[in-house]
């Protein structure tokens, strides 16, 4: 099944909740927030120039995606009171990974 330009959309928009969350929680240190709310922006910016009707595209926006989850799921890993937070990102970046490699295989 090809990698549709609805699925890359509605991961980005899932991590951008799931990061924004992350932000507000109580529970996070402040590095934690602080590495949710830079990967926050970047994703925002991914969505922005979200031009993926291009297979250059469509890999420039799954790869960014999961170095970001990837990030911040690093900064807050070791935070207990955060696993929720970091099995929805880590969640979202497998799905990401599928797809990137669905987008790779029909460049």
């Given at each position: 099944m090809?990698t ?5 959309a509605e991961?980005?928009t899932?991590?951008s909740?799931a990061?924004?969350?992350?932000t ?7 590095d934690?927030k602080?590495?949710?709310?830079q990967?926050?922006k970047d994703?925002?910016?991914l ?10 595209g469509r ?13 911040v799921?690093k900064a ?6 955060l696993a929720?937070?970091?099995s929805d990102l ?6 990401a990974?599928?797809l990137f490699k669905?987008a790779k295989?029909?460049?």
């Amino acid at each position: 099944m090809p990698t549709s330009d609805e699925d890359i959309a509605e991961l980005l928009t899932r991590a951008s909740t799931a990061l924004e969350a992350l932000t507000r929680a109580q529970d996070a240190s402040a590095d934690a927030k602080a590495a949710a709310k830079q990967s926050y922006k970047d994703v925002l910016r991914l969505i922005a120039r979200h031009a993926i009707s291009t297979y250059e595209g469509r890999t420039a926006a799954l790869s960014g995606l999961i170095v970001e989850l990837q990030e911040v799921t690093k900064a807050i890993e070791t935070e207990n009171a955060l696993a929720g937070h970091v099995s929805d990102l880590t969640g979202i970046a497998g799905r990401a990974t599928d797809l990137f490699k669905e987008a790779k295989a029909q460049g």
